[in-house]
């Protein structure tokens, strides 16, 4: 659990600032739980240069709780939690002297998304968070208050957790958590994750990744790998002690991110990926008539692959598909041993190819269409599809007909704006494998919508 802050501060000596405003989002990972904004009378006056800044006088903080009331509040929200804060250090340093001048010990263990941010968006020109967030197109109202800053901090922890393919903010939380046996029993593991799409990640006691994968349902198959019977899942279960996850909204997003991390993360029970995903293509070749034909064939055998396969059964079918849906030729295709015309001509399922009664040229733009509508585009385009909350979408970035990478937006501008989109994008690598995963999913599955990439800003 984090709690993410802000604190706006009369200014003034070191040790001696007083807080005018605080604003907590008490953050799971995923959305935020709990809130607490307030003022707080400082009982001292704030220097003239913050007044300008964030628009706080001395007169607005007349009525407002002295810090020793809301002190309880504020130990309360952050209790058994991460603090995180763009500069965390400041932010943690003036709650503790708020504190120690109550004579009471406050601490927390924290995380700062300055430190986070220049790991893991090294290309940033800035790293102040006014300028960090417009970068990556985050939308930040009230800035230089408290909960205004709060909120855009909240959303750039949420971009860094996407971006830490290695989880690496995670296993040091768990790491700090974990002296010796965590208490969490497999039921309360399972109890707290969510019946819905992401990838969910098993830890044991070190905060290591020991098993990771992609679920429509994350609890239900968390649940499913606890009560498996067999030595190696024996041994999963008591090794885990801490279970995490990332919703993803969508299931494409899931399998890449799955594929991803698995490579990267090598954890100690999950099966790797094959090194070739992919065994069998659809291969494209042209008769003596100028017509052309596709035939399934092991990946090894093909020279002209419109289509891969992790079987020679999934390749038929899906031939046998787009034959039907584009009016194709069964004849031409290998479906029908016919002589002269294959039975689909004179059912006018068929118009004619297979007796050259129709044209090559029209033949095979209608056999390409049928090719392209369940292949990975060869342009520039952004896959569009559901996100992990109402009014997110997740964006999949295709370039040359290669993976680019993941991110999420909820403004039109962050993906029309082509600087803001590779910014809240999560690099992967563009493999073959890769691209297997994407047309194949998309040859059974719908995503929202496919938008061509504009370079305009």
């Not at 009369?10 to 799971?28: D, L, P, V, Y």
């Not at 927390?108 to 941010?117: A, E, G, N």
């Not at 707290?192 to 990640?201: A, K, W």
Request: proline share 3%; hydrophobic share 35%; net charge positive.
């Amino acid at each position: 659990m984090y709690v993410i802050l802000d604190i706006e501060t009369t200014g003034g000596k070191f040790n001696e600032e007083g807080i005018t405003e605080i604003a907590i989002h008490k953050f799971n990972g995923h959305e935020v739980v709990d809130t607490f904004i307030s003022l707080v009378n400082p009982e001292k006056e704030i220097q003239p240069f913050v007044v300008n800044l964030t628009g706080i006088n001395n007169k607005m903080l007349r009525t407002a709780p002295k810090f020793h009331e809301v002190a309880k509040r504020i130990v309360e929200i952050t209790q058994d939690a991460v603090i995180v804060a763009h500069n965390a250090q400041f932010d943690y340093r003036i709650l503790r002297t708020e504190f120690r001048r109550l004579g009471y010990n406050f601490e927390r263990k924290t995380l700062c998304t300055v430190d986070l941010s220049k790991k893991l968006l090294p290309d940033a020109e800035s790293y102040s968070l006014g300028k960090l967030v417009r970068s990556l197109g985050i939308p930040v109202s009230d800035r230089h208050r408290a909960n205004g800053d709060a909120l855009a901090t909240v959303q750039l922890f949420k971009l860094l957790l996407a971006k830490d393919t290695e989880k690496t903010i995670i296993q040091d939380v768990i790491r700090k958590e974990a002296h010796g046996e965590l208490s969490e029993k497999q039921l309360d593991m399972v109890q707290s994750l969510p019946n819905e799409t992401g990838v969910f990640y098993m830890h044991n006691k070190d905060g290591e990744i020991i098993y990771l994968s992609k679920s429509t349902d994350i609890k239900k198959k968390v649940n499913q790998l606890f009560t498996k019977s067999g030595t190696r899942s024996r041994k999963l279960a008591k090794d885990t002690k801490k279970v995490t996850f990332e919703k993803t909204g969508s299931e494409l997003v899931a399998l890449l991110k799955e594929h991803q991390e698995l490579l990267k993360n090598k954890p100690k029970y999950s099966s790797l990926p094959r090194k070739r995903m992919f065994s069998h293509a659809l291969c494209k070749t042209k008769n003596e008539n100028g017509y052309f034909q596709l035939v399934v064939s092991n990946v090894s055998n093909c020279k002209s692959e419109v289509g891969l396969f992790n079987g020679v059964f999934s390749a038929k079918n899906h031939l046998f598909k787009i034959t039907k849906e584009f009016n194709l030729c069964d004849k031409l295709n290998g479906f029908s041993d016919a002589k002269k015309n294959c039975a689909k001509y004179n059912d006018r399922e068929c118009y004619g190819a297979c007796v050259q009664k129709e044209s090559p040229t029209e033949y095979n733009q209608r056999l390409e269409e049928g090719l392209k509508k369940y292949s990975l585009p060869t342009d520039d385009i952004i896959l569009v599809d559901k996100g992990r909350e109402v009014g997110e979408n997740s964006a999949i970035l295709i370039r040359n007909g290669s993976l680019v990478g993941t991110g999420y937006y909820n403004l039109n501008h962050q993906i029309n704006n082509i600087h803001i989109l590779e910014s809240i994008i999560t690099p992967m690598n563009g493999t073959a494998n890769a691209n297997f995963i994407i047309e194949s999913y998309l040859r059974k599955k719908r995503i929202l919508k496919t938008i061509p990439i504009t370079t305009k800003n």
